[in-house]
């Protein structure tokens, strides 16, 4: 097994692929060995003071996540990756601090290369009234090397034109794309959880299963191991269990937990709802039931 499950480590719940810890990520991260998990994908809290954390200053923020970034980066494996879904920070003056950009150095001090900062665009969220309502997040993934896991073919999405073919030329009459479908580029537009989201718990914060889906299918393998050191309601854990990987979690509010853990049970019985991967967004300005 991954964690070597000393005397600390209890509150434990398992099953063939799902693996959840109640209790703290410093803890926790400390039973893996080096090198053991695939992919590490998580969204930390943004220290703006929701209801499952306690807010402080940003430089003791900063200081909190280093230490859980460096037990990330000590237990990845030399192919893997890591993925952290930020979105900002707003100091107490209403200044806004994108927590990608603070954070970045303190994965570039252990080496780790930025492959991509994917922008996760949603369309509903918080309505401001002294700036622009944001409605995009961030996520950095981060490799350990130059030799890492990538599948594409997995997570390809429609073409916009899939029977455009070249018009002149040797390859003239062929289909000038690609038959799988195109590469979903670094924009990703996917639904956030909202109150009428399939999806929706009683987590404030929580993010949309096919978001992690992507990840999963892109930077893991079959049986890899997929962790996630601020597990929430499970999401990334769904993720991977869905799809035949190991999916290990931890977190510190015991509700959520809970939640998290019926949610596997959901999808073993199979009553478990998520929005399937790539299904289009709604535009209420269509006929219903259109696209």
């Given amino acids: 097994m991954l964690a070597t499950q000393r005397n600390e480590v209890v509150n434990l719940q398992t099953d063939k692929l799902a693996h959840m810890f109640h209790g703290d990520n410093a803890t926790y991260l400390r039973e893996f060995v080096d090198a053991s998990v695939n992919l590490i994908v998580t969204s930390p809290p943004y220290n703006i003071g929701k209801k499952y954390e306690k807010r402080t200053s940003l430089d003791r ?21 890591i993925c952290w879904q930020v979105g900002n920070h707003i100091a107490p003056n209403g200044e806004v601090v994108p927590l990608d950009t603070v ?26 009234s002294k ?20 599948n594409l073919d997995p997570v390809r999405i429609p073409s916009k034109y899939p029977e455009k073919k070249y018009f002149k030329g040797p390859k003239a009459g062929q289909l000038s794309g ?14 956030n959880v909202k109150s009428n989201h399939v999806e929706k718990t009683d987590h404030p914060c ?80 269509l006929p219903k039931g259109g696209h």
């Fill in 61 to 81: 923020y900063l200081a909190e996540q280093a230490k859980v970034i460096a037990e990330c980066v000590r237990i990845l494996h030399p192919n893997g990756s």
């Fill in 103 to 128: 954070l970045y150095p303190l994965f570039k001090q252990h080496g780790l290369i930025l492959r991509n900062r994917i922008v996760w665009h949603f369309g509903h969220g918080l309505h401001c």
């Fill in 131 to 150: 700036r622009f309502s944001g409605r995009y997040e961030t996520i950095m993934w981060f490799t350990k090397t130059d030799n890492y896991v990538f």
């Fill in 178 to 191: 690609n038959p799988l479908g195109k590469n979903p580029s670094d924009l990703w537009i996917i639904p």
């Fill in 206 to 285: 929580q993010f949309p299963v096919e978001l992690v889906e992507r990840l999963v299918l892109s930077m893991t393998n079959s049986g890899d191991v997929i962790l996630d050191p601020y597990m929430g309601v499970g999401t990334s854990i769904i993720a991977a269990i869905k799809h035949g990987r190991h999916g290990y979690g931890c977190d510190t509010n015991k509700y959520y937990f809970d939640i998290a853990w019926d949610r596997v049970l959901q999808y073993r019985s199979g009553t478990l709802k998520t929005r399937p991967m790539n299904r289009p967004i709604y535009d209420p300005s």
